[in-house]
């Protein structure tokens, strides 16, 4: 059984920093892209960074360029995917969500999902 499940989100200030993790297993992921998305209260979800299987290739939405990083750690059972969020605004807060999809980049028609984090920003 496949399984992304996200963790690391929690409370932070306007300006601080958070690294979301997030664990997949039950397949092989070879070829797989991992990726990131949110969605905030009454929006629909958007992207945020993806990577590529052999990392080659990493997209991020503009609103988080410069900011978040993304990046991976593969095996052929299991990978990690983390994001790493800097100078966080209020505009961030939002549930995270952890995805897979076979390809170079993951869309929003991902073939897995985590169960989503929650990140909330003071200001």
């Known amino acids: 059984q496949v399984q992304l499940v996200e963790s690391g989100g929690g409370l932070v200030q306007a300006g601080g920093s958070l690294r979301l993790s997030c664990t997949a297993s039950?397949?092989?992921?070879?070829?797989?892209?991992m990726g990131w998305f949110r969605q905030a209260p009454g929006k629909e979800r958007e992207f945020v960074a993806s990577?590529?299987?052999?990392?080659?290739?990493?997209?991020?939405a503009n609103s988080v360029k410069g900011r978040f990083t993304i990046s991976r750690v593969s095996a052929r059972n299991m990978v990690m995917v983390y994001l790493q969020m800097n100078s966080l605004k209020p505009e961030d807060a939002a549930v995270y969500y952890c995805?897979?999809?076979?390809?170079?980049?993951?869309?929003?028609?991902?073939?897995?999902w985590g169960q989503g984090t929650q990140v909330s920003i003071s200001s």
């Open positions: 039950g397949r092989t992921f070879t070829g797989y892209a």
């Open positions: 995805a897979a999809e076979s390809g170079l980049r993951v869309g929003i028609s991902a073939d897995y």
């Open positions: 990577t590529s299987w052999g990392s080659t290739a990493t997209y991020y």
